[in-house]
């Protein structure tokens, strides 16, 4: 199901969703938005923002630009931008973000890098201003 809210500066606005009860194995690659409440085994790249409710799970690789969670999650996530784990969320893998929010009460377990890579070009381009 895809939800149109119109386009903003080229981005589409779009959101896909993937209901309560709905268990889903395979891959999805989406330019828009999505919020998974069901169930995925399998691949998920987001061009945009990803968010997974309450009572969405996911299990494999994840790749977004944005990502809101709220449910559980196993296995490999890297956000481009700000990753933010909600009270009740889950996560348990490798994680690869720029930003990170972690609510009180997310359960996290497994390993994190923050982008070290970027941070050593961002004090160069200090340093050369």
Do not use: H, P, Q, W
Request: proline share 0%; glycine share 14%; charged share 30%.
């Amino acid at each position: 199901m895809a939800i149109k809210s119109g386009k903003e500066f080229g981005v589409s606005t779009e959101l896909n969703l993937i209901g309560k009860g709905t268990r889903l194995e395979g891959d999805i690659y989406t330019d828009s938005n999505i919020r998974i409440d069901g169930s995925v085994k399998g691949k998920v790249i987001c061009k945009n923002t990803l968010t997974v409710g309450e009572n969405g799970e996911i299990k494999g690789e994840i790749e977004a630009a944005n990502a809101i969670i709220g449910g559980k999650i196993e296995g490999k996530l890297s956000v481009k931008e700000k990753l933010v784990l909600e009270s009740k969320s889950s996560f348990v893998g490798e994680l690869k973000a720029r930003r990170l929010i972690v609510d009180e009460g997310a359960m996290f377990d497994g390993t994190s890098n923050m982008g070290k890579g970027d941070m050593k070009n961002a004090k160069e381009e200090i340093k050369a201003t």
